[in-house]
């Protein structure tokens, strides 16, 4: 008999080791788990280098709100996500050197960690260098992994929920139709012609998830994801050289604050939100327009995220979809594209880009008066153009890039690694198989740097800003959508 009964325990323990098969550590995690967190990655200086514009003219001078590296922990069926929203303008070599940290801390594989940023053009350079960057790379890595951390013991049975609504008058193209027929392809500042119409519509709409979680002590988890850069507090505006997350810090606050009289987020009076704000196809868009006239959010600060933020509430406190799925799924595809080469064929204006490149580089940045005179006497409409026109003779023949795609319960993600424009992320949106399907842009890639603005035909053929700098051959963009929605769709398949 006690054999019997030996035999009937070793089987028993044995059953229950089977049981916790799969996941890290041999754990089976059975159904949806959230976790958030979020460190601050503020300098403990001033003086650094500023993202967006010309990092080496924009040294901070102070800081309007925080910037900070926020971390949502997702597991289910045995697999575990850390999804990130940095506040930085794009994912570099040195953010995305944080992804074997954040492996190495918490025995999460590589391709499970997604590193994705706000865009702010108010956020610390991080490739620059500026004094002390050596030592600010190594907290931010730090605070990566804290949050990875922090965020995995945060995790707590969740429901997931979808909606979106689409907002009025906060995203515009900045591309437009001039009254004499002429088009306008900065999209600041005016034009005698004056304003008729965008060449091309933008697409406002604004995707909201939620995690209900069921413990009384957790907090419901808030994505959001909208086509709109992050360029309020740009270098034109009244801050200049102030470090800030920009409209997404504003928007997540009103989330996870109450409002007050004024309209105003209340930081002593936290709601049950949660919020992390992804940016969407926003290539082309802007939240802004010097030549409309939008009262009382164009251009303005903190308006247009109090705003932003107050329609996200619209859809969390409406009748939201509930997920049905089965589980998460992850896909990534190689894609290899062809570079831009156009007019590196013309060697005299090749010299002078070069010319202005190395000006640049001597006087300390591209906003110095000689380099602006020198751009004006040799007719370029920017200094960016010369120097797209230079990184084009430099460029190989083609890049080849991984293209991350994920599936929650049924709702699809997308991480590009790129600037993808508006146009190109509807055109994914309208044909995927999914509901919802987040297009997240300014996201990882396997090569460890950003690939910069992925236009649209009409951008190349109007040869607008983002067609002078792209690293992408004509067509590219169109192609992208295409493949994009041909994987989501074996994606959706394999659930």
């Not at 004056?194 to 209900?212: C, N, R, T, W």
């Not at 006239?293 to 509930?322: F, H, R, S």
């Not at 842009?441 to 040869?463: D, I």
């Not at 983002?466 to 659930?495: C, H, I, M, N, P």
């Amino acid at each position: 008999m006690k054999k019997i009964i030996s035999l009937l325990l070793v089987l028993m323990m044995l059953l229950g080791l089977c049981a916790c098969g799969g996941g890290e550590g041999g754990k089976n995690y059975e159904g949806l788990q959230v976790g958030f967190a979020r460190e601050s990655i503020l300098p403990d200086q001033l003086g650094v280098q500023i993202a967006g514009g010309d990092a080496a003219a924009r040294l901070s001078d102070g800081y309007i709100d925080e910037v900070a590296a926020t971390c949502i922990a997702i597991r289910e069926g045995g697999e575990t996500i850390l999804l990130y929203t940095i506040d930085f303008i794009t994912v570099d070599q040195h953010v995305y050197a944080a992804q074997a940290d954040i492996a190495a801390a918490t025995g999460i594989a590589p391709e499970n960690i997604i590193l994705n940023t706000t865009h702010t053009h108010n956020g610390v350079s991080i490739r620059s260098n500026w004094q002390g960057v050596d030592e600010y790379r190594t907290m931010y890595r730090a605070a990566a992994v804290t949050a990875a951390q922090n965020a995995i013991a945060d995790l707590s049975p969740a429901t997931m929920y979808y909606g979106s609504t689409m907002t009025e008058n906060m995203v515009f193209v900045r591309h437009y139709l001039m009254n004499d027929g002429t088009t306008y392809g900065n999209g600041h500042g005016s034009t005698e012609s004056g304003y008729k119409e965008h060449l091309y519509p933008s697409d406002g709409e604004l995707q909201v998830i939620k995690f209900a979680r069921a413990a009384e002590d957790k907090k419901d988890v808030v994505l959001m994801n909208l086509g709109a850069h992050a360029t309020i507090n740009s270098a034109s505006n009244n801050a200049p050289n102030s470090i800030s997350a920009d409209w997404p810090y504003n928007a997540r606050s009103y989330v996870e604050y109450a409002v007050d009289e004024d309209g105003q987020p209340d930081t002593t009076q936290p709601t049950d939100y949660l919020c992390a704000v992804f940016e969407a196809a926003a290539g082309d868009q802007i939240p802004n327009s010097n030549m409309t006239d939008i009262d009382p959010y164009g251009n303005k600060y903190p308006e247009y995220g109090n705003k932003i933020g107050e329609y996200c509430m619209g859809v969390l406190e409406g009748e939201m979809t509930k997920a049905e799925g089965s589980g998460i799924q992850l896909k990534v595809h190689k894609y290899t594209a062809a570079t831009m080469k156009e007019g590196i064929e013309d060697v005299q204006r090749l010299v002078q880009a070069k010319e202005l490149v190395a000006l640049s580089s001597q006087k300390g940045g591209y906003s110095h008066p000689d380099v602006s005179a020198k751009v004006a006497e040799y007719g370029f409409n920017n200094y960016l153009e010369a120097s797209g026109l230079v990184s084009r003779a430099n460029y190989p023949e083609s890049y080849s890039m991984e293209l991350h795609l994920m599936s929650i319960d049924g709702v699809s993600f997308i991480f590009a690694p790129y600037e993808m424009f508006g146009v190109t992320g509807r055109e994914i949106k309208d044909n995927s198989p999914y509901d919802m399907t987040f297009v997240v842009t300014c996201s990882e890639n396997s090569m460890g740097y950003h690939m910069g603005y992925l236009p649209h035909e009409y951008a190349c053929e109007e040869k607008f800003y983002e067609y002078s700098v792209t690293k992408f051959a004509r067509g590219t963009a169109e192609d992208l959508a295409k493949t994009y929605v041909a994987l989501l769709t074996e994606l959706k398949g394999a659930e």
